[in-house]
């Protein structure tokens, strides 16, 4: 019902910048919550950041707040993930989600989304 697309990893230095974007199709993204996740080798599947259906509210995890910026274009059907300051523990395939009835207190949870992309790879050099 939902297809998500990753774009946007690649290789960059630590301290440099990269934007994923998760691009809709299917139907719109306007009711689902949004989450990003991120699966480094040997480890489990860690949230990222999450956003609202509506923008209104954004969530993020401790190690990427202050870095990291979720956000979101319902208009275009795109979710966004601005990463700056980059270090090498970011590398990871990061996973973006879309969610229908995601609340506080499990969206940092990668089973309560309903639908996943692919991934992308974003490796930071140091």
């Known amino acids: 019902q939902v297809q998500l697309v990753e774009s946007g990893g690649g290789l960059v230095q630590a301290g440099g910048s990269l934007r994923l974007s998760c691009d809709a199709s299917?139907?719109?993204?306007?009711?689902?919550?949004m989450g990003w996740f991120r699966q480094a080798p040997g480890q489990e599947r860690d949230f990222v950041a999450a956003i609202t259906w509506n923008g209104d509210n954004t969530y993020y995890a401790d190690s990427v707040k202050g870095r990291f910026t979720i956000s979101r274009d319902n208009a275009k059907n795109t979710v966004y993930l601005q990463m700056n300051s980059l270090q090498p523990e970011d590398t990871a395939v990061y996973y973006c989600?879309?969610?229908?009835?995601?609340?506080?207190?499990?969206?940092?949870?990668?089973?309560?989304?309903?639908?996943w992309g692919q991934g992308t790879q974003v490796t930071v050099s140091s």
């Open positions: 299917g139907r719109t993204l306007s009711n689902y919550g």
């Open positions: 989600a879309a969610g229908s009835r995601l609340i506080v207190t499990t969206l940092r949870i990668w089973n309560s989304y309903d639908y």
